[in-house]
């Protein structure tokens, strides 16, 4: 006759002290705000850039906005409108109207163009 014998498993299963499932909510809490604020970050629109940009140092400036077109620089933009006056002025403040620190343009960009009353 054979006979069956219960054989338990060799590690016992491990069980969390109050401490111990204390630290595992607070580590799972954790890990859900992080992960909130990341897919907040990714996915929210992206804000305009605000038109007080585009206000001058000494006091309110006009202008106006440019949609950078196929094709469009920096140089080519500031020779339309600085209608024969210093170029690379017009260029300058292109620049640090806009905070650009390169002449890099993306088609569809928006620029900060100060225009002289």
Known sequence: MATTTNIRSATPIPKLTSRGRCVLQLTVGLVVVV???VSIAAFAPQQP????VAADHEGTANYEQIV???GDTLWGISTRLSDNDDQSAVLNKILTYNHL???E??????LFI???E
């Not at 343009?105 to 928006?110: I, P, S």
């Open 35 to 37: 992960l909130t604020a």
């Open 49 to 52: 850039m605000s038109s007080a």
């Open 68 to 70: 950078v077109q196929p």
């Open 101 to 103: 620190e390169t002449s």
């Open 105 to 110: 343009l993306e088609v569809g960009q928006v």
């Open 114 to 116: 100060p225009v002289s």
